[in-house]
């Protein structure tokens, strides 16, 4: 499989799972979308093998990094804070649900991806986000798919620069 076609088959879901066993504190699959795109994607790690300790970790680090610059961007927009890693449980549910009252649904998307899988520490359950937020499981997995695809977009955005393409679609000339 060459790179293009990795490039092509990264997926909304094939991003969960990878976030999923880093939530779970799991191996991260080792398929070569997520082991071998997602990782050289964000190339900046040079000379680390992939499927090691050091790769999975620039790879959360990486991955977390990009979360939380997308919920800064979008927290800007309301004049709120920027995203923290080091609040204590109370003011996290707070920043959370401030994040949902301005019923913006990619502010939510970037928030939920953010207590999800940024701040594993908290051990957020989807009850206590759903009672936090006052939004329905459904509406949260939701606003979780948009995220995902956000994200999915952005790492393949990143990939497609690093290759110095312009586009997809070698044939549409951006101006």
């Avoid at 976030?19 to 779970?24: K, N, Q, V």
């Avoid at 927290?75 to 949902?100: G, I, K, M, N």
């Avoid at 009672?131 to 952005?154: D, E, I, M, P, V």
């Amino acid at each position: 499989m060459s790179d293009y076609t990795y490039f092509l088959t990264l997926s909304p879901a094939s991003l969960k799972r990878v976030l999923d066993a880093i939530r779970a504190a799991r191996p991260i699959p080792r398929n070569p979308v997520q082991a071998s795109l997602l990782f050289q994607s964000y190339r900046s790690t040079r000379g680390l093998a992939a499927g090691s300790a050091a790769a999975d970790l620039a790879l959360i680090e990486l991955l977390n990094a990009e979360i939380i610059q997308s919920l800064h961007t979008q927290r800007r927009h309301y004049l709120l804070s920027p995203p923290s890693t080091d609040q204590v449980l109370a003011q996290a549910l707070e920043a959370l649900a401030l994040d949902f009252r301005q019923q913006c649904p990619e502010l939510e998307a970037w928030s939920l991806l953010f207590f999800r899988y940024v701040r594993v520490d908290l051990c957020l359950s989807w009850e206590q986000i759903a009672t936090t937020t006052a939004q329905t499981r459904r509406t949260l997995r939701r606003r979780q798919l948009r995220g995902l695809l956000r994200l999915t977009y952005q790492i393949l955005e990143r990939n497609r620069r690093a290759r110095g393409e312009l586009s997809i679609f070698p044939e549409i000339v951006l101006l």
